[in-house]
Every structure is written in C-alpha cells, then in structure tokens.
C-alpha cells in the first residue's frame, strides 16, 4: 500500500523567510510519480510539479525547488524569499503507474507568510 | 483551454436529504476522478471512472454514496441519504491519457450537512 506522510501540519513564517515543506512516501513500486499541489483559500488544487521516480534531479522553478532523495523516501519542497500569496495548504501526492492507479495525497502543510 | 467544471459550489441540506453534485472534465481527458477532502485532511479518492467504466470505487461507501458518467463525459456524484460526518468537499478532477499525467482539479463543490 502506498503512503505520504506530511509531518508539518502548520509552519507560520515572515515574508522573505526561505520555508522547506517536507514529505516521505511508501511504495513497493520501483516506478512511480511524486506529486506537489497546492490548495488557495479558493479551494482548487493547483498543480506545482510532477517527479518520476527514475529522475532524481532536483529541480528549480523561480522561487521554488524540489529535493526529491530515493534513498530517504522524501520529496521536500522548498520555497525561498517566501511571500504572502504563497499562504495556502501544500499536499504531497504519490501515484504509482498504469491506468488504474490512484493518487494518495498526504495531509497537507499549512503555510502561513506573513508580513 | 477550459478547466474541470464543478456545480454546485456550496450545498447545505439537512441530514437525511439527498444532494448531487456535477463535474465536467476537461475535453479529451479519459480518466475522472471524485476525491472527497475534509476539513483538515487531504483528498481521499472515492471513485475512478475511465472513459463510462469505474476503475476503483473501493473507497466509495456505497449504501449511500453514487456516482456515474454515462458518456464518458460529464459525471455526477450522487448522496442519499446525507449524514453529517459527509460535510466535506468534493472534489473531481480528470487526466489526459498517459501513465504520468497529472491531475487537473475543480474548484470544488463544498457540502454542509445540518
């Protein structure tokens, strides 16, 4: 069965701070996908990025990076020079190949940037 | 390219009542979805249909909870009776094919059970 595990329920941080959001999964699979999204007050998931599990390159997008380690079972999520419109839930998900595989979300972490 | 369209928005009803909710997915996209999120807790799937065939409805508890998508199109997720623990949002979502994809959420219908 397959598992995330978001420890961070809320982490409250000052405008400009760097914040690092971490996520360990469980898989017997040796090919998945790892998953970050991110839930607005507005309530839609928003998509932020997909990782294979055979591609271990982190990853940066402006002010975001992704750490994804295969030997730890993490995939941390870190958001540098933070600001207020990056407030919202973050999930981690985990979804294991073929057509009928599902996606297993984590409880998500709360991000609160304050001025 | 339009988004995955959720009615309605909000529903309160009273415990007991029915309610049903819609989703159209985006065109083209197989695969749709109905995740359940409460309060607090991220999304647990509660139905998979793939093109008008259900691929998992494992989680779905189905002396109250139904869901269908006749056309392979559009889909609704029906509850009755409601009970209160069911106030949550329900969220759909679709997928382009492929094993990769990511998943392209609604804004999600929010439901109040009194």
């Known amino acids: 069965a397959q598992k995330v595990t978001q420890a961070q329920t809320e982490i409250s941080v000052v405008e400009k701070e760097d914040v690092t959001l971490d996520c360990v999964y469980e898989t017997r699979d040796t090919t998945y996908y790892l998953f970050w999204y991110k839930q607005p007050p507005s309530g839609e998931l928003v998509f932020l990025i997909r990782r294979n599990s055979f591609d271990e390159q982190n990853e940066i997008s402006g002010r975001y990076s992704w750490n994804f380690q295969k030997s730890t079972s993490s995939f941390n999520f870190t958001i540098t020079a933070s600001q207020v419109v990056d407030s919202a839930v973050y999930f981690c998900a985990l979804r294991e190949p073929g057509t009928a595989s599902k996606l297993t979300f984590g409880t998500g972490t709360r991000l609160q940037v304050t001025l | 390219e339009a988004g995955v369209a959720q009615s309605p928005r909000y529903k309160i009803i009273e415990k007991r009542q029915s309610v049903a909710f819609w989703c159209n997915p985006i065109?083209?996209?197989?695969?749709l979805y109905w995740y359940q999120q409460i309060l607090g807790q991220g999304p647990k799937l509660l139905i998979q249909?793939?093109?008008?065939?259900?691929?998992?409805d494992s989680q779905l508890p189905k002396d109250r909870f139904s869901a269908e998508r006749l056309k392979g199109v559009d889909s609704t997720l029906k509850i009755q009776p409601a009970k209160l623990e069911d106030s949550a949002v329900y969220l759909c979502a679709s997928r382009p094919q492929g094993t990769g994809g990511e998943l392209f959420f609604g804004e999600g219908s929010r439901l109040t059970v009194l």
């Open positions: 065109s083209g996209h197989a695969t």
């Open positions: 249909f793939q093109n008008n065939g259900v691929v998992d």
